[in-house]
C-alpha cells in the first residue's frame, strides 16, 4: 500500500529489514521488540533416578575407584596371609581369594558384616580402614538421599538460548515473520534453532497448547517495559505449563515504513523523539495493555518468571519417593531369585549325572 501510495505511513510489528529499506523510508525506533519463547516447564526427576541423585558423576566414579582399590588390597593381604600364616593343608587359592576381596568389599559398603576370619593384623587393619572410609561414604550418601527425597528436584528447562539448541526443542508461530529478520544468518546456534522452528495455522497452535502435556514451545513478544504480547491461541490452561524463557532469541527495534522522500519524516522523527523523553511510551504500553490483552495471562506470565527462582520447600513424603528404592530392592530380589533357581538346576544336574554314573557301584 505504501508503494502504491494508498497510505503515507505504516506502524505495526515491522523492524529494519533491509528488504525493505531497498523500497521504503524508515523512521527512527520507535520500541524494542525482543522475541522469546513460552518452553515446558520443568518436570520432576522420575523417582528411580532418585538414588543415584546424592553424588555427582565424577563422585559415583571416586567412589568406584576407591572400591576397586579396596578390593585389590583385600585380595593382595588376603593372598600374602595364606602364604605366610596358613599351613598348606588349609591353603586359599586366588580365586578364593578374589571372591574374599571383592564379597568383603561390597559387605562393607552397605554396612554389613562379614563371617571370615582375618589372622594376619595387615588384613584386620586394612579391613579396619575400609571399614571407616565406607562409613563415612554411606553417612554422606544418607544425608544427600534424605535431602533429596524432602525436596523435589527438577528436571533442567530450555529457558535459556543454549538449553533451547541443546534440547532440540521444538518451537513455532503463526507466521514466518517471527525469524524472517534471522531467517539469514550464518550462525550455527541460530542455524540449529531455525532448523526445529515449524510454522502452523492458529488452529493447530491451539490444538497444541491444549493438549494434556504441552511438548513444543510458542514465541511470544517481549515489550520494553515488561510486558509480553500473547497470540490468542495460547490459552491460561496452556501457560500454566510453560514458562518463559529468562532471554530473548533476538530482539529488533520496531520502526515506522513512509514511503521514499517522505516530506513529513524529519518532523516524524521529532515527535518520536519528544514522545520517547516525556515517558508516553511507557504510559502508551501500559494502557494498550490494559485495554487489548488479558490480564490474566499478563499475570501467569509473570509468575513463570518468578517461578525459577523461588525455592521449592520440603513437602510430605510420599510412595513416589521410594519408588527408585523399591525399584532397585525388587531387581535385587528377581536376580537373586533367578541365581538361586540356576544353583538349584544346576546341582539338581550334578546330582543326577553323579547318580547315573555310579548307581551300577552303589549296587555292587
Known sequence: MITHHKVDICIGAMYSWSEDYSYLDLSVYLVRSGITCLVPAPLRIASWYLPLEPFQKHLWAAIL??????????????????????????HRDWWTCTKFGLSTTFK?????????????????????????????????????????????NMDEAADTVQRLRLHRLQWAANSEAWVSAIRGSDEPLVRDLLYNFHTYSDDRLLQLAQEQRVHIGFTVERLPFGHFAVADYLVPQAIDQLIIMKDDLYFQYTVAFVPRLWPFLDQFNSLIHCWHSSGLDKYWENRIVADNLNLKIQKQLEETMSRNKEDIGPNMLGMTNFAGIILIWVLGSSVAVLSFSFELLYLSNVFTFIHNKYKHTYKI
Open 65 to 90: 575407584l576407591c572400591l576397586c582399590m579396596e578390593a585389590i588390597g583385600l585380595i593382595l593381604a588376603y593372598k600374602s596371609e595364606q602364604d605366610l600364616c596358613v599351613q598348606p593343608k588349609n
Open 108 to 152: 562393607l559398603f552397605i554396612s554389613q558384616s562379614e563371617s571370615s576370619k582375618a589372622n594376619s593384623n595387615t588384613v584386620r587393619l586394612l579391613l579396619f580402614v575400609c571399614f571407616l572410609n565406607d562409613l563415612i561414604i554411606t553417612s554422606i550418601y544418607g544425608g544427600g538421599l534424605a535431602s533429596i527425597l524432602t525436596v523435589p
